[in-house]
């Protein structure tokens, strides 16, 4: 960022928020500052829409204090931007910081906020559920665990009906190694390259993304295959994927057919005679892949690789962590996009709109499985507050016809994407579906090598600095990931996309300086 650029945006800031006004509207000295942003060659903020939530006054810890406490006492890790936000309060869509700046969240903490933060109707159900019963353990029945067994199982075609309630993503993943072993008393468990499964001792073995491997042994009987990326990898073409949106590479495929979905499978055949025993325990799939940044596979792919699983003696497990809950709009569950029927789906993150809570679904034959080798219990899982949430965020999904709405309105983002892809050089590739998306940045479109992560940041800071927060991933973090709350509506997909094309152009105006 220049100096002038620096200035700028400090002088904004001073002249439009303040601690102790937070601000849900833009200043009337916005414009004019923003025409002498023009001037100096960058480009006018796009107008934020309306909010109809006024934040309530920050009034915690100084952002220095926090800052200081961050560095003492909290686990370093992973954070945004060379200031770091620190977040105060949630209105569905939206996000007001400690200096009540508000922000158009795009990433709904992680692919996690289904709903909207503080949904009026999950609120009200977890405020109820509250003053009634916070916890009994697994020792004891209540009704919302019941309850939300019932309104779950509803959701999931047969043989999918033993639910096992968790807390989180990693635990969930956990649970699913252990059941696949347990059942096909086999050890070799693969997962994709590039997949995020989790970072427990176990999970980390499925876990293939760099950051997250450790040089000291761990998830032992895991093996990683080739990642059916048809954007980076080997092979790609125009219609590979399930997406409004295909690669910008060409092939001669017609459009029922697809030559890099049988590479890839012979790369996943090779995988099995190569790496792996006769008999495997099974196979992990994201159905679509989220920290790798939104990688989808070649149509048809995981269906002939769960039948070579199951040939093998293994199960199929679908990690739906991030792609169910109608996030890909056309079906509820990311699998039922590849045709597939898995033996084993764990479910975390929108299942309960940032509560924490988690599950596995499997079949009864499986569960027995389990039960032969373990007794299984987890003490806060299933507890009645989590429960109570998850019951109603399936509620609210249903009568707000969020699923509907992830797949009118994520096409028409997806779309309006595309045509910026085609228009900025160092956009490569736009993919996903529902509200799902990636924005994978390059060097260029000839050698789609990797835009460098400094760059990536810049545009990332100055989105956030236009009042859009988004996602990044990657092996490279050189894509952005883009997943709102399912309730987003058109008129703020505009603003988002007028932002992110506000930034990149901004970036390469720097570039060609």
């Not at 590479?263 to 196979?283: H, M, N, P, R, W």
């Amino acid at each position: 960022m220049t100096p002038a650029w620096r200035h700028l945006l400090r002088t904004w800031r001073l002249e439009t928020s303040s601690p102790r006004t937070p601000k849900t509207c833009p200043s009337p000295s916005l414009g004019a500052f923003w025409r002498s942003v023009t001037k100096l060659g960058l480009h006018t903020k796009p107008r934020m829409p309306p909010c109809d939530f006024t934040p309530e006054r920050y009034q915690s810890m100084p952002y220095s204090r926090v800052l200081e406490v961050t560095k003492e006492h909290l686990s370093p890790e992973l954070v945004y931007f060379p200031d770091p936000l620190l977040l105060h309060q949630g209105h569905m869509q939206w996000l007001f910081d400690h200096e009540g700046n508000r922000y158009l969240d795009f990433f709904s903490g992680i692919v996690t906020v289904s709903v909207g933060h503080c949904h009026p109707k999950v609120n009200a159900a977890a405020q109820k559920q509250l003053g009634r019963l916070w916890h009994t353990s697994a020792l004891f029945f209540h009704p919302p665990i019941h309850e939300y067994a019932e309104k779950l199982s509803a959701l999931l075609p047969e043989p999918l009906k033993v639910i096992f309630l968790l807390n989180s993503g990693s635990e969930a993943n956990d649970l699913a190694m252990l059941m696949a072993r347990a059942h096909s008393k086999n050890t070799d468990i693969i997962s994709f390259r590039g997949a995020y499964h989790g970072s427990s001792s176990y999970t980390l073995g499925l876990s293939n993304v760099g950051q997250f491997k450790m040089t000291l042994p761990s998830g032992v009987g895991c093996q990683s295959t080739m990642c059916p990326d048809v954007f980076r990898g080997p092979w790609g073409g125009s219609h590979c994927r399930d997406s409004p949106v295909q690669t910008i590479r060409k092939c001669s495929c017609a459009p029922d057919g697809c030559q890099a979905k049988d590479q890839y499978i012979e790369q996943f055949k090779d995988t099995l005679s190569t790496c792996v025993g006769k008999s495997i325990a099974g196979f992990f799939a994201e159905p679509i892949q989220g920290v790798n940044g939104v990688v989808q596979y070649p149509k048809g792919f995981l269906k002939e690789a769960f039948q070579l699983v199951r040939e093998r003696g293994g199960v199929c497990i679908a990690d739906e962590v991030q792609t169910g809950f109608g996030r890909l709009g056309s079906h509820f569950w990311g699998f039922q996009t590849h045709g597939v029927l898995p033996d084993i789906v764990t479910m975390a993150k929108g299942i309960g709109n940032g509560f924490p809570m988690a599950a596995v679904v499997t079949t009864p034959e499986i569960a027995k499985s389990l039960a032969k080798c373990v007794l299984h219990f987890n003490t806060f899982g299933g507890n009645p507050m989590a429960c109570a949430i998850g019951s109603a965020v399936l509620e609210v999904i249903k009568e707000e016809k969020l699923q509907e709405n992830s797949q009118e309105v994520g096409t028409y983002l997806l779309l309006k994407l595309a045509k910026l892809r085609d228009e900025l050089e160092i956009i490569g590739d736009v993919r996903g579906k529902g509200l799902m998306i990636g924005i994978e940045m390059v060097k260029d479109k000839t050698s789609r090598q990797p835009l460098p992560r400094e760059e990536v940041s810049q545009i990332h800071e100055d989105c956030r600095q236009m009042g859009l927060i988004i996602g990044r991933g990657g092996l490279f973090s050189q894509t952005f990931r883009i997943a709102p709350s399912l309730c987003i509506t058109k008129p703020e997909v505009d603003f988002a996309v007028a932002v992110f094309r506000a930034a990149v152009s901004q970036h390469m105006e720097r570039r060609a300086k």
